[in-house]
């Protein structure tokens, strides 16, 4: 069974065969494609097709999952290439170009030949090119100089290869481009090989990212250079289902639902207590029927999917929050911090992002590929909560599983824990918990010997600790050690960006939600000056519930939440055209031209306009005298 499924090529060696397997007949294919299909001219210049900087804005943050795996990819492909001519691109599945990377010394050439950010490169409107064919014939492909449709492109090269995601879903492409005179003096070669990795090293991410909730086995046949990408990936379950596996492979196991011990020999239980005494290690499996043994290093799940009342397991969003108010500056701050290993206390009101705000701190540190895992300490039974952290042995006590538990504190081995709430940590714990920072070692219940552990800690909490500490309901020591860095994280009435904040968290919930959605301004001024106790979370609930129930394609006053509304009375409203008068911003509605607008948008009904201003009648037309806006007779 292995030796069929697991070949002794990898990605990059199957991807250069089927790219270079009748490629002169596939670029053939694509002129007659550029001339019958598409009636382009060889000599006209292409479609002149760039994204405004909003739209490409947009096209970016809906493949925030491609760019957060393709970046750091494509600026190693850049100091490979850079210097040698090439200039890297990473487009779309339509050919936009999302990214791009060239020397100071080049970027003007390539952008006068349309090599930049926003820009189309497909077939229909360049014809034969890098980009566009490769998208067509999902296959790596070489265009070199006068190979392209184009005249205008023939001064360049270009060695695009698409990207798959884990469903087979085309991704993108990254194309790596020079000057037909750079690619002749210094060869396509080595820019073909190496975008062939990074393309491959960029799916692998994809995939990683995308089953990161699940146990993942990294499958190679050498055991020298476990560096180097993968020969194959797969994802399975706590009790051996596989759910995901890489291109090959899932070519080779068809559509049947399959189980770990199909593929690799040797039980779930074995790979995963190997996995969790020896993490990152590789564990040598013999194959079947006499064939090459394989080496295979399994990734526990980076985070436990959270439930719902009823127990089934609910997808964490994928999305990206507004940042915690925090610069730049202070980001790499807390970056250095982590990565030295010195602990993080996060304060701030229920809801104003403190985990996003830890999250964000791992994602920056060279922990970044490492688990980030978390626990609510005020969220778990008092009673759970040293075997939620610590793990246990089999047996540790009644009700105990058969294997055993692995704690949070060594899933996050080479990571970051995240404690949530730690003021609400039982003073016992407390002890236990300075222990494991103190020697970096934890020990699970019912163990003879601590385990060695390699984490950095951020803690956050809404409680005072330090008056804790004065009453003896927080030991000191803890608090002096978790407290190296402190951080406090101002409640979303108090930023200053609380308008940019509205409106980034109104467009990822319309993408949540696969809606295309407007916001009026008397809505985002209303949102602007409410006090939000529930921080950003509240507003999160409150935007949610309004796109859900919208009907049209812009956001009225109807669709707020009833209890919401309620809590925006004229006093309210009067709060908020202070705030624009005293701000002295410019370009902001007055109130007469928001009733106006809302008139216009009601075809002047005073019933529907009121609920869209959400007023009464009677106060609209208060409003109405007051600005002599008079409504004509029907």
């Not at 010195?342 to 060279?366: C, D, F």
């Not at 984490?455 to 927080?474: N, P, R």
């Amino acid at each position: 069974m292995m030796d069929s499924l697991f070949g002794t090529t990898h990605r990059g060696g199957d991807m250069a065969r089927v790219a270079s397997r009748n490629m002169a007949e596939r670029l053939a294919r694509s002129r007659r494609r550029s001339t019958h299909e598409y009636h382009l001219d060889v000599g006209a210049r292409g479609t002149e097709q760039v994204l405004s900087r909003s739209e490409l804005s947009r096209l970016k943050d809906c493949n925030e999952h491609l760019l957060r795996a393709a970046v750091p990819g494509i600026d190693w492909l850049h100091r490979q290439l850079g210097d040698l001519g090439y200039c890297l691109l990473l487009a779309d599945c339509s050919g936009a170009t999302l990214e791009m990377r060239a020397s100071d010394q080049r970027a003007g050439h390539f952008s006068l030949a349309g090599l930049r950010e926003g820009a189309c490169w497909s077939e229909p409107a360049q014809g034969t090119c890098g980009i566009g064919t490769a998208i067509v014939d999902r296959a790596p492909v070489l265009v070199h100089g006068d190979q392209h449709y184009l005249i205008q492109n023939h001064a360049i090269s270009c060695a695009a290869v698409p990207m798959f995601g884990p469903a087979q879903q085309l991704l993108g492409v990254l194309n790596a481009t020079a000057c037909t005179h750079d690619a002749q003096k210094f060869g396509q070669a080595l820019a073909y090989r190496l975008t062939l990795q990074t393309a491959a090293r960029i799916e692998q991410s994809v995939f990683m990212a995308h089953y990161s909730d699940h146990w993942i086995a990294r499958v190679k046949r050498q055991l020298d250079d476990w560096e180097a990408e993968p020969d194959e990936l797969i994802a399975f379950d706590d009790g051996g289902r596989v759910v995901g596996a890489s291109w090959r492979l899932k070519q080779r196991l068809g559509e049947q639902e399959r189980r770990l011990e199909d593929i690799l020999d040797s039980s779930v239980e074995s790979l995963i207590d190997f996995a969790c005494a020896h993490p990152g290690t590789p564990q040598r499996v013999a194959a079947s029927g006499g064939g090459a043994a394989l080496f295979v290093q399994v990734n526990a799940p980076r985070r436990t999917a959270p439930r719902s009342s009823t127990g089934v397991v609910a997808a964490e969003p994928k999305r990206k929050s507004p940042d915690a108010g925090e610069s730049a500056e202070d980001l790499r701050r807390l970056e250095r911090l982590l990565n030295a290993k010195v602990p993080i206390l996060l304060l701030g009101e229920t809801g104003s992002g403190k985990e996003y705000m830890a999250k964000s701190i791992h994602r920056r540190s060279r922990r970044c590929e490492q688990p980030f895992v978390a626990i609510n300490c005020a969220a778990i039974p008092e009673t759970l909560i040293e075997s939620e952290l610590f793990g246990y042995r089999e047996g540790a006590f009644t009700g105990a599983r058969m294997k055993g538990c692995v704690g949070k504190i060594a899933q996050a081995d080479g990571g970051t824990l995240f404690l949530d709430e730690i003021g609400d940590m039982p003073l016992g714990l407390q002890t236990r918990l300075l222990r494991v920072l103190a020697e970096g070692e934890v020990l699970a219940l019912g163990a003879d010997k601590p385990r060695a552990v390699d984490i950095s800690v951020i803690c956050a909490t809404h409680c005072d600790l330090a008056a804790m500490v004065l009453e003896g309901q927080f030991r000191e020591d803890l608090f002096y050690r978790l407290n190296a860095a402190t951080v406090r994280l101002p409640p979303l009435r108090a930023r200053d960006d609380v308008v940019e904040l509205i409106r980034g968290v109104f467009s990822e919930e319309c993408r949540g939600a696969a809606r295309s959605l407007s916001m009026p301004p008397d809505i985002e001024h209303a949102l602007a000056v409410y006090q939000w106790p529930g921080n950003i979370r509240e507003l999160r609930n409150v935007l949610r519930y309004a796109i859900a129930v919208c009907a049209s394609e812009e956001l009225g006053w109807a669709d707020l939440p009833q209890n919401f509304r309620e809590q925006l009375p004229d006093a309210v409203r009067d709060r908020r055209r202070a705030h624009l008068t005293a701000s002295g911003k410019s370009g902001q509605p007055s109130e007469s031209e928001i009733i106006l607008n809302a008139l216009n948008r009601t075809q002047w009904c005073i019933s529907a306009a009121s609920r869209f201003l959400g007023v009464s009648r009677s106060t609209l037309y208060r409003r109405l005298d007051e600005h002599g806006i008079e409504v004509p007779p029907k």
